[in-house]
């Protein structure tokens, strides 16, 4: 994700964390006007709740070149690639999604080798998350 990194891969990143700091208002009641609820907010600034985004995926994008998939390729190894499998990896391990961007054909045994790799560059990249937000 330095200079060549997938837009993909930042865009998940970010969205996760995004939301994992937003600050939502804790409601405290609920207030009925006209026969419709109405939510009533704390007036307390510090008085919020977090999204829980512990289970959200992110996805880890790989391009292949010659017969190896490339995680997180420089531009010069996406421009060698014919295509590219964009999985979206739960943090438990699950794949949520697959997409295939570009040119190229997969067959299984290849897809079965890419999805092993993008879960564990997926785990590398969740510790690495919950890592900077703890400092």
Known sequence: MQCGGNLLDVISIAVKVCLG???????TGLRYDLGQGVPVFSTD?????????SKAPIVVTL??????????????????SKGKLAFGVAPDG?????????????????????SE???????YAMSTCVIQNEV
């Open 63 to 80: 391009p292949r070149v010659g017969r190896f998939f490339v995680v997180d390729a420089s531009l010069e190894e996406e421009s060698c």
């Open 45 to 53: 600034e510090y008085d919020f709740d977090y999204l829980d985004v």
């Open 94 to 114: 699950d794949v949520t999604s697959v997409d295939k961007l570009g040119r190229g054909c997969y067959q299984v045994k290849s897809l079965k080798s890419a």
């Open 117 to 123: 790799v993008g879960c564990s560059e997926n785990l």
């Open 21 to 27: 700091v937003c600050e939502i208002p804790r409601v």
